[in-house]
């Protein structure tokens, strides 16, 4: 959430993107505002939802999108961020980086004279947590809730604590010790929650971090990159599994979420993600209006409703 390059005052502006993304889902758009624009998608890990959502919505806008793929650029390697960066800023108007290290993301926004969105780091993934907000507002109406996300403290861990605490909401990131979130993101959170009323807690023991939840949110236990950690991995993690058990202790009407892909039975059993407190396929649908509305703000292009 800190790196969605461009954003001057997210704090502020996280509402406006969420309004704006469900007037655009409702279908309450009269124009293409990207009509001769152009995005450059510029990959250095696989998508499905990533590069599906974008590319289809930026059409849906009237715009064209540019999948780059790392074999085609090997940015750091084949050519440097900054020659990267200074060539896409001549061709394209907007730059989405998916990255295996932040430290190439804030490379590439300095560099880069277009915004540039953060499509997901090893610190952060602001756009899914975007995405997750507008779910939550749908179904829950408010950000009145608790959110209790259990499993890795990885970089969406790192970026729902940085988002629940901008809209107001009480989080709870329950993971195993050693594999918490990154210290400097719960620092910022926390600061932030002071100015937002809300509350940010930590916990290795995932029944208190569950305890009363409106929503329940996991992640893999695995993420891309961590491959090597596996083996270890599966013998600290399964106390934290989302399973009937565990969700017993959260609030009777909770939502489930997760940002997907899935490990079915590692992180969450069969009958919670395809259970009736799933929402997880609205989330995943989510990324497109989020990503558009994410775009026409850094672009400073105003949604214009139908009179």
Known sequence: MTNLIGMKDIEKDIHRVLDDALT???GRISFAPLKGKVLSMLFEKPSLRTRVSLEVGFRQLGGHPIYLSPNEVGIGKRESTHDVAMVLSRFADIITYRAFL???MVELSEYATVPVINALDDLEHPCQIMADLLTIKEHKGNFKRKL????DGNNVCNSLLLGSAMVGM???AATPEGYGPDPGIVKMARA????TWCTVELTHDPLEGVKGADVIYTDTWTSMGNDEERDERM???PPFQVNRKLAEEADEDYIFMHCL???RGEEVTDEIIDGPHSVVFDEAENRMHAQKAIILWALDIPVVTPE
């Open 192 to 195: 932030i929650s002071g100015k």
């Open 170 to 172: 009480d989080i709870s």
């Open 24 to 26: 655009m889902k409702n």
């Open 102 to 104: 932040h430290q190439n």
């Open 261 to 263: 892909p899935v490990h």
């Open 235 to 237: 013998k600290v993690f």
């Open 148 to 151: 209790a996300y259990v499993g």
